[in-house]
């Protein structure tokens, strides 16, 4: 079971909004870390799309945006497309565990 | 723009050490922390642990016995070294570039493109 936990699933159609939860406790997100979100297709690395909470990496689409509140954080795509479908992991650190900590990944079906 | 690429053996019994290097190509070694992530087959991204351009090192508390990151300067790369393998080892092993220490909550970017590590009698 991951420290921070994510649905294992999402899925929309084209052109539509979806989000992703990530939650984590008073070690984590609660304790101040700042959330990261990554991305990762079948066969390939993960890829950074969103650091710091909501900051987007050069190259990534303005149609990615996230927000951190509490002990939660949401990743939000717009707009989405095909090329959009993978599975995303959330991270952050839990100074309980002293290590960095990732969510179990949402795979995300584009319909 | 910064690429890592990594290589090492990718078949290994029980009991053995895997040994892993990771080169940085394209961008600076200096003032970056180097880390090393792995990710078992159709699960989830577990931390291994980083290491910095002095030497200093930080390990994930699970792994640490096990455990040695090191580098090399002077060739831009680093390593990971983990002994008493058993099938729980069995992963894709990646590096990654930090621009803060794990224990500040840095995110990991770019990535290498992984190593697939067996661990089988």
């Known amino acids: 079971q991951s420290v921070l936990t994510q649905p294992p699933s999402v899925s929309g159609a084209p052109w539509e909004i979806v989000t992703i939860s990530c939650t984590g406790s008073?070690?984590?997100?609660?304790?101040?870390?700042?959330v990261h979100w990554y991305q990762q297709v079948p066969g390939a690395a993960p890829k950074l799309v969103l650091f710091?909470?909501?900051l987007r990496p050069s190259g990534v689409p303005d149609r990615f945006s996230g927000s951190k509140s509490g002990t939660s954080a949401t990743l939000a795509i717009t707009g989405l497309q095909p090329e959009d479908e993978a599975t995303y992991y959330c991270?952050?650190?839990?100074?309980?565990?002293?290590?960095?900590?990732f969510g179990g990944g949402t795979k995300l079906t584009v319909l | 723009q910064v690429q890592l690429q990594q290589w090492g053996a990718g078949l290994l019994k029980p009991s053995e050490t895997l040994s892993l290097t990771c080169a940085v190509y394209?961008?600076?070694?200096?003032?970056?922390?180097w880390n090393w992530i792995r990710q078992p087959p159709g699960k989830g991204l577990e931390w291994i642990g980083e290491?910095?351009?002095?030497?200093?090192?930080t390990y994930n508390p699970a792994l640490r016995s096990r455990l040695t990151i090191s580098i090399a300067t002077f060739k831009n790369q680093f390593f990971l070294k983990l002994n008493s393998l058993t099938a729980a080892d069995t992963a894709v092993y990646y590096c990654?570039?930090?621009?803060?220490?794990?224990?500040?909550?840095?995110?990991?970017?770019?990535w290498g493109q992984g190593a697939q590590v067996t661990v089988s009698s």
């Open positions: 990654a570039r930090a621009e803060g220490a794990v224990v500040v909550g840095a995110s990991f970017d770019p």
């Open positions: 394209h961008g600076s070694f200096s003032g970056y922390h």
């Open positions: 290491i910095n351009d002095r030497g200093s090192a």
């Open positions: 008073s070690a984590t997100l609660g304790a101040g870390y700042d």
């Open positions: 710091n909470n909501g």
């Open positions: 991270q952050s650190y839990d100074r309980s565990l002293s290590t960095s900590v």
